[in-house]
């Protein structure tokens, strides 16, 4: 089960809370256009200009680095000192920032980005930096579903129904404790990442070819005890781990990414970068994955087979 199907689980038994899941919902699977047309005021759901930037209580430096869609810095003293060099504290967080500072920020950073994409990008490149963000109780829309999402995968699912029927935000030692797991998982995902072999297949989208890579994961049952050990990585965490795959070298940044999980069907689980999907509309949704940007599902092992014979989708 995933998060969006805890929400349709309230969305059918609760009246009172089925508007909020909803929304929450939507946040999950980044259907934001959709969002728009809600009453939030309903929920003391607030919309204001922002940086887009993930981790808006972290400090600077780390937010910095959690924006994969163009991997500008790959380690913390790079960001720490392109912090430095625009007068910014690395320790500052970006809702401690004035707008004026928000403002020199993002246009800093995008210089930076300029750099490292075709020219037929970068005019794309501010939608990725500077737009709307959602708030709640004074926390980001995002970062709220992202937290409750997390607790979930620890094993607390009735008490993320209950936040989301009471509306309440978590308590902060469950969201550590989720935090404290990823961070091993993203480890443990970079160690693999490194002996992992990328492959490549070619999509074909709107009269479009477009080159994807692809890793494959094939778990056995010893995997599976490691999981229960925290010694591997279970499935619940790989829309996470594919979208912080696209900021490793080995990884393109500028194609999409499949990671196929082989448990005797195939889990699949996909990120298309947003710059492509900003210049391209490309989306995965008539391969039967849920989502937008990043995606989910399962598919027969034959459908797999056959897709990888012939190296296209």
């Given at each position: 089960?995933?998060?969006?199907?805890?929400?349709?689980?309230?969305?059918?038994?609760?009246?009172?809370?089925?508007?909020?899941?909803?929304?929450?919902?939507?946040?999950?699977?980044?259907?934001?256009?959709?969002?728009?047309?809600?009453?939030?005021?309903?929920?003391?759901?607030?919309?204001?200009?922002?940086?887009?930037?993930?981790?808006?209580?972290?400090?600077?430096?780390?937010?910095?680095?959690?924006?994969?869609?163009?991997?500008?810095?790959?380690?913390?003293?790079?960001?720490?000192?392109?912090?430095?060099?625009?007068?910014?504290?690395?320790?500052?967080?970006?809702?401690?920032?004035?707008?004026?500072?928000?403002?020199?920020?993002?246009?800093?950073?995008?210089?930076?980005?300029?750099?490292?994409?075709?020219?037929?990008?970068?005019?794309?490149?501010?939608?990725?930096?500077?737009?709307?963000?959602?708030?709640?109780?004074?926390?980001?829309?995002?970062?709220?579903?992202?937290?409750?999402?997390?607790?979930?995968?620890?094993?607390?699912?009735?008490?993320?129904?209950?936040?989301i029927i009471s509306m309440e935000l978590p308590d902060e030692k469950d969201v550590k404790k989720y935090k404290k797991k990823l961070a091993k998982k993203i480890d443990l995902f970079k160690k693999k990442l490194n002996s992992y072999e990328i492959n490549y297949l070619n999509l074909k989208?709107?009269?479009?070819?477009?080159?994807?890579?692809?890793?494959?994961?094939?778990?056995?049952?010893?995997n599976k005890v490691l999981g229960l050990f925290g010694e591997e990585i279970e499935l619940k965490y790989y829309p996470t781990l594919v979208n912080v795959a696209h900021s490793h070298e080995k990884v393109d940044f500028l194609k999409s990414l499949f990671i196929f999980v082989d448990r005797?069907?195939?889990?699949?689980?996909?990120?298309?970068?947003?710059?492509?999907?900003?210049?391209?509309?490309?989306?995965?949704?008539?391969?039967?994955?849920?989502?937008?940007?990043?995606?989910?599902?399962?598919?027969?092992?034959?459908?797999?087979?056959?897709?990888?014979?012939?190296?296209?989708?």
């Amino acid at each position: 089960m995933a998060f969006d199907e805890i929400c349709d689980e309230i969305i059918l038994d609760y009246e009172d809370a089925k508007d909020f899941a909803y929304i929450l919902k939507l946040i999950y699977l980044n259907e934001f256009e959709k969002i728009k047309n809600l009453n939030l005021d309903k929920f003391g759901i607030i919309e204001k200009d922002d940086l887009l930037f993930y981790g808006k209580n972290y400090p600077l430096f780390k937010s910095l680095l959690f924006f994969n869609e163009i991997p500008v810095f790959r380690e913390e003293k790079e960001s720490i000192l392109f912090l430095k060099s625009i007068g910014l504290s690395p320790r500052n967080t970006l809702n401690s920032l004035t707008y004026k500072e928000k403002v020199k920020l993002g246009n800093e950073f995008l210089k930076r980005c300029i750099g490292l994409v075709p020219k037929e990008y970068i005019s794309y490149i501010p939608q990725l930096i500077f737009g709307r963000e959602y708030y709640f109780k004074g926390v980001c829309l995002k970062e709220y579903v992202s937290a409750l999402n997390g607790l979930y995968k620890i094993g607390k699912k009735n008490k993320v129904k209950k936040l989301i029927i009471s509306m309440e935000l978590p308590d902060e030692k469950d969201v550590k404790k989720y935090k404290k797991k990823l961070a091993k998982k993203i480890d443990l995902f970079k160690k693999k990442l490194n002996s992992y072999e990328i492959n490549y297949l070619n999509l074909k989208f709107n009269n479009k070819n477009f080159k994807c890579q692809y890793i494959y994961v094939r778990q056995s049952i010893w995997n599976k005890v490691l999981g229960l050990f925290g010694e591997e990585i279970e499935l619940k965490y790989y829309p996470t781990l594919v979208n912080v795959a696209h900021s490793h070298e080995k990884v393109d940044f500028l194609k999409s990414l499949f990671i196929f999980v082989d448990r005797g069907d195939i889990s699949v689980y996909a990120k298309v970068p947003k710059l492509v999907y900003l210049k391209d509309g490309l989306t995965l949704n008539h391969l039967n994955l849920r989502g937008k940007y990043i995606y989910f599902g399962n598919w027969e092992k034959e459908r797999f087979w056959k897709i990888i014979k012939k190296g296209a989708l």
